[in-house]
């Protein structure tokens, strides 16, 4: 019991002087924080290119019958969704949006990996409408490439999947505010690491040091007590040697 108790006892004089020492610390933690958060603002908002995102929605609806819509239909649409937007992010629709626009052009020999990195295709929870969203450093080409993606795609889609019609919910819109990066998110994941990593190097320092300082670690590391301490005086030693000097 005397043992377990010990080692308790170590464990909170530990802590406690982790605490003081981070404490004692603190101004340099919060120091390199704000050099690294600027550091990230600096980054976000003058060195990496801003980027604008278009989004424009369809919806397609399977009828078995000529004007009627039964549960089935509704049912098979909803789990038809993942093979539209495959269908949508194929190679033949993206080359001809690339030859319909003159992508390879524009942005110098544009292909079909280039332009499917800029093309995402999400369904809002709960319904079957596909929102098409292209990421682009120009807002009005993110607008003018959403835009022939739905296009080319509902030709393809009722081509393959033979079905009467897809339905245009929202056409691409020319995105005025920047969607990334984001500057906020930068500054305040730039303070937050140099804040981390400059607590980091402060304890591996402190666990790494062995050396003893006072009469604690000389009772706490060897279990020896002290018997007496001599003060050391570095300022009368100082005016000594001045005055030995003269």
Sequence with gaps: MEKVNNQVDEIEIDLREVFILLISKCWLIILVGIVTAAIGFGISAFLIPPTYESTTKIYILNKQQENTVTYSDVQLGTQLTKDYAELIKSRLVLEKVI???QLETIYEGMDYEALLNKVSVT???????????????????????????REEAAVHIKNVMDIEAVNVV????????KAGPSVFKWTAIG???????VTAIILIFFFLDDTIKTGDDVERYLGLSTLALIPLDTQNGQQKAKTSKK
């Design 170 to 177: 929202e056409t691409a819109n020319l995105p005025m505010e």
């Design 123 to 149: 369904t809002p929870t709960d319904t079957r409408i596909l929102a098409i969203t292209v990421t682009d450093l120009d807002p009005v080409m993110a607008m003018e490439i959403a835009n022939s993606i």
């Design 99 to 101: 030859h319909k626009l």
């Design 191 to 197: 303070g937050v690491l140099g804040a981390f990593f």
